[in-house]
């Protein structure tokens, strides 16, 4: 699970954003929290409940996990904020792939030394 550096929460998460990505690593029971990922498919990003964190077969090692939010309409409002700025930062709406490629730079633990 690699988190973005700059995480995007709504009002209701960001007092409590380091607790409930301690749930996420360890898989503990989550609800009224939607979790906002980059998409590994065609899509730019995908809403994921929290209590899905819950089964221990979830994968979360590959997430890159953008964003949290305590309802689906503030992590609707998340996500076009988000596309928002990505857009004035990439000057393009295909900015996907070069975000993926900034990955190393945006994310917790690209830069660990072994």
């Given amino acids: 699970m690699h988190i973005y550096k700059k995480l ?3 009002g209701e998460t960001d007092s409590r954003k380091k607790k409930i990505i301690r749930k996420l690593k360890y898989h503990g029971g989550l609800t009224g929290v939607y979790v906002i990922t980059v998409s590994a498919g065609e899509d ?3 809403l994921i409940p929290g209590y ?3 089964q221990k077969a979830y994968p979360v090692q590959e997430l890159l ?3 949290l939010a305590a309802t689906y309409d503030s992590a609707v409002e998340l996500v076009i904020k988000m596309i ?3 857009s004035a930062r ?3 709406c295909q900015f996907k792939n070069l ?3 900034e990955k190393e730079m945006n994310f917790t ?3 660990r030394k072994y």
């Fill in 65 to 67: 996990i953008i964003g």
């Fill in 90 to 92: 990439y000057g393009t």
């Fill in 44 to 46: 730019y990003f995908d």
């Fill in 52 to 54: 899905s964190f819950k």
């Fill in 99 to 101: 975000f993926l490629q």
């Fill in 8 to 10: 995007y929460c709504d």
């Fill in 84 to 86: 928002e700025d990505f």
């Fill in 109 to 111: 633990g690209y830069n």
